[in-house]
């Protein structure tokens, strides 16, 4: 590996482990998405009960409670670093693919942790049925480096607005709308006997891939442009 790459990620590393560290500290974004999604997931559980659901109510509520739950916390990466003043700081000591490559792998984390609580709950409190776990298993890793990699990028922009909440995912609705749709008609397969498998779900997947490797590339290319903007 040349050693541009090699200073490359352990620069990148570098900004992941102090934003570990600092979430260690406060615990705000795990305890964010952590608390809405499990509030979301029961109050969801009390709604449709045991009730025997088609995959795809169940798929779309599922991905609903991913959804609402990371724009609850995936934004604080960026506004931690305004609101402590240490974003002047970052600019300073680092380049901004490494604070990008850090922030997105803070925010995988995030949603993994997420994912690893919810979907075993979901899967618990409703009566949903899972075929092809491995198949699910797929689909929630390229969800998440999905969702993860468009928001990273929008993280940065509203990090300096006044309503930032309401503005994350306001302008996160739209860019995601085609990973969700492909992350529900994947999920509405593994939940179904005759989904057909990876074979089935070729086309969903080559969406989740090609959705992550555009966004991650586009967000890499414009992150400069965002975080270097005064």
């Not at 959804?67 to 000591?93: D, N, P, Y």
């Not at 468009?150 to 503005?167: C, D, F, N």
Request: aromatic residues 10%; hydrophobic residues 55%; charged residues 15%.
């Amino acid at each position: 590996m040349p050693k541009s790459s090699i200073g490359l990620m352990a620069k990148a590393l570098a900004v992941w482990r102090k934003d570990i560290r600092c979430e260690f500290r406060t615990r705000y974004a795990v305890n964010a998405i952590m608390l809405f999604g499990v509030t979301t997931l029961v109050v969801v559980s009390f709604a449709v009960g045991q009730k025997n659901l088609l995959p795809e109510v169940y798929s779309a509520l599922f991905w609903i409670i991913i959804f609402f739950s990371a724009m609850s916390g995936l934004a604080h990466i960026f506004v931690r670093e305004e609101e402590s003043k240490t974003a002047t700081v970052l600019r300073l000591t680092s380049d901004t693919t490494p604070i990008y490559l850090g922030k997105l792998g803070y925010n995988v984390v995030l949603l993994a942790l997420l994912q690893i609580v919810i979907a075993p709950l979901f899967l618990l409190l409703t009566d949903a049925t899972l075929y092809d776990p491995a198949l699910f298993i797929v689909i929630v890793i390229l969800g998440s480096i999905g969702l993860a990699g468009a928001t990273t990028l929008i993280a940065a922009i509203i990090s300096r607005a006044s309503v930032k909440g309401a503005l994350f995912a306001v302008l996160s609705f739209p860019i995601l709308l085609p990973l969700l749709i492909g992350v529900i008609n994947a999920t509405t397969k593994a939940l179904s006997a005759s989904g057909g498998g990876f074979s089935g779900s070729s086309s969903e997947l080559q969406l989740l891939v090609s959705y992550a490797v555009v966004m991650i590339t586009a967000s890499l290319l414009l992150f400069e442009f965002v975080w270097e903007e005064e």
